[in-house]
């Protein structure tokens, strides 16, 4: 019988009739589920359908149903079931015989429906589709696609309850084919090299499934290419006694790994998050309209740059005095070639020429985030950080432009490793350390270019009516494209003003300098633009120039001024059409910073310094109201959270719509907010009240290892300014401040330094009570980290009752999982227990991320009360809810807690799952919960037999716990290693 047998079978009702096969025996007529029986029955039905329409006899049946334990009278059984299997079908037949599907034919039965109606006949044709596409050489990412599909038909396992040898045989048959489908998938996954959980499923399968030399491959190759090299080998040291002896491809695979062969890690290897995150990056800035010249260079660095894709990443740099048009020349260059980059451009301003320009890290941060990497996965370390985006852009084709670099050391970090990339950088210095590089230096235009662009600005009529002028004007400007465009700008904005005239004013501002070189030229150009502002434009000039931020928002921008927002837009804009400002992107603008020096001698010179102290405490006041806004708009904070000194503002801030605004706020100002408190801090005239509270909500609503470094530095210039001022509030925030990041990163010894430094300063005046609280928690979580669990439990006790006198009721509820976990740890359980419920019951309101926050906390405590299964409920749900708030840190915690409690009961295998499926998350957010989760993972393949990777496991785990200074845990360790 062919697969259309039977037709559509008259149905003329819509849907017909449907099989499940991949799971339990089912059955539906359109989307209502069929009632088939009994199992005996069940597994008539399943012959009749594995037989596809063809008649089955009676005797086969019998015997495949009930094999040798055939009941007394074996046909009236088949006819009983056929019976009753008719009448389950009856609501799709009705009344009219002609449509029932199970027949009798001769001495036997026919289900005469089209094989297409059964699961398997989906499931089998993807599986050839998938077999033809891996011998045509398909991309890897098709054929696992096709698996995937076929993988989603499955419901668990095949004919799941029904008896006899023909249930048992259909059964060993799919099962066979789908952990053969399974081992496909998972070989094509670590050839991609884009899942984070390959280990964690690999490994699962490999212990439910044990023997498979397959499985046992991939699950070596997947612990190899996450780092886990020792695990890696120990896998096959644990599985080789149940290997076939005619299987070499496990015994292979442990030569390569001790050779570290590289051809073993992904060819294109993945971000942190997965591939399918991949943002392709579009940062070039605009382009000029009225570029000109430089054909040559253009011609030169274009080849350069199109010639990646051999062995090694191409470089190109350029170099030249400020103001020679690097920047206009390498964007230009880099939109000309951007189409042979398909995965797209990076660029980064280095702000060499800067006081401190920022470090590589920071740039860092920003590209991964543009690839698509989330926030919580970026490392702290800039080591790290180079490595992950290297990893990032392997196999990939980006164009990265690095501006204005200060020196080799500057670029090498950001350098990709894949030869299909390539790099342009700008500098004032010839990078003569940067290996490899192909250097371009960049001189003045020529006075005929030089011609163009000024004609191309103000018009050739304009500049042919005046010639000899217009090359006097020119070559005042030293040929400097910056200085032209400038001159040209003032031009084009005032069609009264000659060019004799502009010629004459160049004359008396070059007497005025005395200049000495390029630069002085500029400045030059920038005094004649200057003293033809009126006095508002002026005004802004100098103001914006205060700031260190590499540019300003709008809403900033008028804050720093004064202004509103609409007359802000207009006199920036101004400046903008004056190219005095350039504006990098939609509502930001900032300075050339050749630009920018000269309009601070302008504001030293022009502007008091009261002017200037009010310009600062206008910014600093608007930053700190927008924060808040954006705190309680991301986490719903408590009035006594959002300020712990009570610091008062007079802004209303910036709009903060919802969470996801809020953080995208807080990230895009992290440099302006940095910079204003740079600004407060220098500035004796202003408290340091508000600097110190802006920088507090700058990890409340940002908590991301990119910005805790930042934090500490910025906390600790906080702290040594209010120290010399004798500011006692900021002062006691500042060292909390920084004694919490350094918690955060692990640095506890130095934390604990920290804070109790702010206790001892919050303790002695009641303003300071919540800094204390917060401190107290702080101090508190310390103590329990290195096992002290008696302090722990004081500290967090005393926390709660002071947020529960300020009412702050998430903050209480915080303080009191603290406690109740130390104090469990002591051994008063009740009172653990009863603290723990108060906890969850008072963070449930507080919105999801705190709601999950509170099971956690609940579940540890339950764990230790001897109620595991309550404590699995929650751990597992709080693992499921931080999962999706993407709070990647927790769920680490919470899947931790969860294996914990699996291994604590000897369900070795979920124990095991549960702690490789959380061990990505804690590699990339905390290094003392990687070294929980390893000691997890090590004693639950110690009780699933596995010796030597267990040892592996724990090996690794003692080495994170000293590196950290935990001692206990170090202790715990050793004792399971020396058994």
Not at 887 to 910: C, N, S
Request: net charge negative; with cysteine.
């Amino acid at each position: 019988m062919g697969d259309d047998f039977g037709g559509d079978m008259g149905d003329t009702g819509g849907a017909g009739l449907r099989f499940g096969l991949l799971g339990p025996l089912r059955a539906w007529y359109g989307e209502r589920e069929l009632e088939l029986g009994r199992p005996q029955q069940r597994a008539v039905l399943a012959v009749l359908l594995a037989a596809a329409g063809r008649t089955v006899a009676v005797p086969v049946l019998v015997e495949g149903v009930w094999g040798g334990a055939a009941p007394t009278d074996p046909r009236k059984a088949v006819q009983l079931a056929v019976s009753r299997l008719r009448t389950a079908f009856r609501p799709y037949t009705g009344d009219d015989p002609e449509r029932l599907p199970l027949v009798r034919v001769g001495d036997g039965y026919a289900l005469r429906v089209p094989r297409a109606v059964v699961d398997t006949a989906a499931w089998e044709s993807l599986l050839a589709e998938a077999g033809r596409l891996r011998e045509a050489d398909a991309p890897p990412q098709e054929i696992r696609e096709v698996l995937r599909n076929a993988q989603r038909l499955w419901a668990g396992e095949p004919l799941a309850g029904l008896p006899g040898p023909h249930a048992d045989a259909v059964r060993a048959r799919l099962t066979e084919q789908r952990i053969s489908a399974e081992e496909t998938q998972l070989e094509l996954d670590a050839d991609l090299g884009d899942r984070t959980d390959l280990t964690a499923q690999a490994e699962a399968l490999a212990l439910e499934h044990p023997g498979r030399p397959r499985l046992t491959a991939v699950l070596m190759r997947a612990l190899y290419q996450s780092g886990r090299r020792a695990e890696a080998l120990a896998v096959y040291e644990d599985a080789r006694p149940s290997l076939p002896p005619d299987a070499p491809g496990p015994a292979r695979l442990h030569l390569r790994i001790l050779r570290e062969d590289a051809t073993l890690l992904p060819a294109r290897p993945a971000p942190a998050t997965a591939v399918d995150t991949w943002q392709t990056p579009d940062q070039l800035p605009s382009g000029l309209a009225d570029f000109t010249g430089r054909a040559e260079e253009v011609d030169t660095l274009a080849d350069r740059l199109c010639g990646a894709g051999g062995r090694a990443v191409v470089v190109s740099a350029l170099d030249g005095m400020g103001g020679v048009g690097k920047t206009t020349l390498a964007v230009h260059v880099a939109r000309h070639v951007r189409t042979r980059f398909p995965d797209g451009q990076l660029f980064a301003d280095l702000r060499g020429a800067d006081r401190t320009p920022p470090g590589p890290g920071a740039v860092l941060a920003g590209f991964l985030r543009a690839l698509g990497v989330d926030p919580a996965d970026i490392p702290p370390d800039t080591r790290e950080r180079s490595a992950l985006y290297r990893s990032a852009l392997a196999g990939r084709r980006v164009l990265v432009v690095l501006d204005n670099a200060a020196d080799s050391g500057h670029v090498e970090p950001l350098l990709p490793g894949s030869a299909g990339c390539a790099v342009l950088v700008t500098s004032r210095h010839r990078l003569a350390g940067l290996a490899g590089a192909h250097q371009l230096r960049l001189d003045t235009l020529s006075p005929e270019q030089a011609l163009e662009l000024l004609a191309r600005i103000v018009g050739a009529d304009r500049v042919a009516a005046e010639a000899g002028t217009a090359e006097e004007v020119v070559r005042a400007c030293g040929l400097l494209p910056l200085a032209v465009r400038i001159a040209a700008s003032r031009l084009a904005a005032d069609p009264a003003l000659t060019l004799a005239a502009l010629a004459e004013g160049l004359r008396h501002q070059h007497r005025l300098a005395e200049l000495s070189d390029g630069e002085r030229t500029v400045e030059a150009t920038f005094a004649l633009s200057y003293q033809r502002l009126d006095p508002e434009l002026a005004r802004a000039f100098r103001l914006l120039s205060l700031s260190d931020a590499p540019d300003l928002p709008l809403p900033c921008a008028a804050a720093l001024i004064g202004r509103s927002a609409d007359r802000t837009d207009r006199l920036l804009e101004g400046l903008v059409d004056l190219n005095l400002l350039h504006s990098p992107r939609f509502g930001r603008y900032g300075f050339h910073d050749l630009v920018r020096a000269y309009a601070r001698g302008r504001l030293a010179t022009e502007e008091s310094a009261a002017d200037r102290t009010a310009a600062t405490d206008r910014l600093l006041d608007f930053c700190l109201a927008t924060a808040r806004n954006a705190d309680r708009a991301a986490r719903k904070a408590e009035p006594a959270e959002l300020s712990l000194l009570g610091a008062a503002v007079a802004s209303p801030g910036h709009p903060v719509a919802d969470g996801a605004d809020a953080v995208r706020w807080m990230r895009d100002q992290a440099e302006v907010h940095a910079a204003v408190i740079a600004l407060g801090c220098a500035d004796p005239a202003l408290p340091l009240d508000r600097a110190a509270e802006l920088a507090d909500r700058m990890g409340a609503v940002l908590p991301e290892r990119t910005q805790t470094g930042v934090i500490v530095d910025l906390a600790g210039h906080i702290a040594e300014q209010a120290a010399a001022r004798g500011e006692h509030g900021p002062l006691a925030l500042a060292r909390y401040l920084r004694g919490s990041m350094l918690w955060h990163i692990n640095r506890y010894a130095e934390s604990e330094e920290e804070i109790r430094r702010a206790v001892e300063l919050s303790e002695r005046d009641e303003r300071t009570e919540r800094v204390l609280a917060k401190a107290l928690i702080t101090l508190g979580s310390n103590a329990r980290t290195h096992g002290r669990y008696a302090e722990a439990a004081e500290h967090a006790g005393r926390a709660a009752e002071l947020f529960h006198r300020l009412g702050a009721e998430r903050a209480e509820g915080s303080a009191l999982g603290e406690f109740a976990f130390s104090a469990a740890r002591t051994g008063r359980l009740a009172e653990a227990r009863d603290a723990a419920e108060r906890c969850a019951r008072l963070m449930s309101a507080s919105g999801p991320v705190s709601a999950a926050i509170g099971r956690y906390y609940l579940a540890r405590v339950l764990r230790l009360c001897d109620d595991p299964e309550a404590a699995l409920d929650h751990a597992v749900g709080a693992r499921e809810e931080f999962t999706a708030l993407q709070v990647t840190v927790f769920a680490a915690a919470a899947g931790d807690l969860a294996a914990r409690i699996h291994a604590e009961a000897d369900r070795w295998l979920l124990a095991v799952d549960a702690a490789e499926t959380a061990l990505p998350l804690a590699r990339r957010t905390s290094a003392n919960l990687e070294a929980a989760l390893l000691h997890t993972l090590g004693t639950a393949l110690t009780g699933l037999g596995r010796p030597r990777q267990a040892r592996a496991c724990l090996t690794d785990s003692l080495e994170v716990y000293e590196r950290l200074g935990l001692e206990e845990e170090a202790a715990q360790v050793r004792a399971l290693l020396t058994r």
